[in-house]
């Protein structure tokens, strides 16, 4: 199947500084990733979707000055959590679709102490 | 707005067959997904429907009836490593573009 890649695996730091996470098809082009955020125990629940060379479209609730994306290219959309506080520790899933089926990457755990 | 339903928890036996059931209210519905997700992990696919009946892969199967509003995923020949949650997901493109959203899971535990 389709592979779909994130970076880094893991990440902590500190209140108040800025993590990026990475999102890459690895073997297919995506116009168009998808990003998620899931609390422990919980479904996903989507954050916005990312539309390579032009903004992004952030579902209701999800601040986008806070959560940057930037979908630079057919292959990478970039996640920025700016500012980071504790309460935005979680696992962030990105994913893209492919010949009819969504594909996810491994997912990013984001701890902020 | 979409609604999905699906049970929070099924216990079955090694060996044996499970049914989990989805139920889903959208407006703009084109495809439902079903996805396996282990503790920890990111989902992985299992299947996609768009179009009425069962589609068969392997042990894993999934139907679907659009009028209904309805889906199940049907596990055979259980296996321990079959225990994780399963995710109900409705792809709705009445927004102008695709959207995707997700049950809650069934987390489903296989004892022997």
């Known amino acids: 199947g389709a592979v779909v890649s994130q970076h880094p695996s893991r990440v902590i730091c500190k209140s108040g500084t800025s993590v990026k996470i990475e999102c890459r098809s690895l073997?297919?082009?995506?116009?168009?990733m998808f990003w998620y955020r899931q609390f422990p125990k919980k479904s996903l629940m989507l954050m916005a979707t990312s539309n390579e060379g032009s903004k992004a479209t952030y579902e209701q609730g999800v601040e986008k000055d806070k959560f940057l994306i930037n979908h630079a290219s057919l292959t990478l959309s970039t996640l920025t959590v700016t500012s980071a506080h504790p309460e935005d520790s979680s696992f962030y899933i990105c994913s893209a679709n492919t010949g009819g089926a969504k594909f996810f990457g491994p997912g990013t755990r984001l701890t902020v102490l | 707005g979409q609604n999905i339903d699906q049970p929070t928890e099924m216990t079955a036996t090694e060996g044996a067959i499970v049914q989990i059931n989805c139920t889903y209210q959208?407006?703009?519905?084109?495809?439902l997904f079903w996805y396996q997700q282990h503790a920890g992990e990111a989902p992985t696919f299992l299947s996609y429907n768009v179009l009425d009946g069962l589609e068969e892969k392997g042990r894993f199967s999934s139907f679907l009836s659009r009028s209904k509003g309805y889906s199940y995923l049907l596990l055979k020949e259980l296996q321990m490593k079959d225990s994780a949650s399963y995710l109900c997901?409705?792809?709705?493109?009445?927004?102008?573009?695709?959207?995707?959203?997700f049950g809650t899971g069934t987390k489903l535990q296989v004892i022997p």
């Open positions: 073997d297919f082009q995506a116009t168009t």
């Open positions: 959208t407006s703009g519905f084109n495809g």
């Open positions: 997901a409705v792809r709705d493109d009445s927004g102008g573009y695709q959207k995707v959203t």
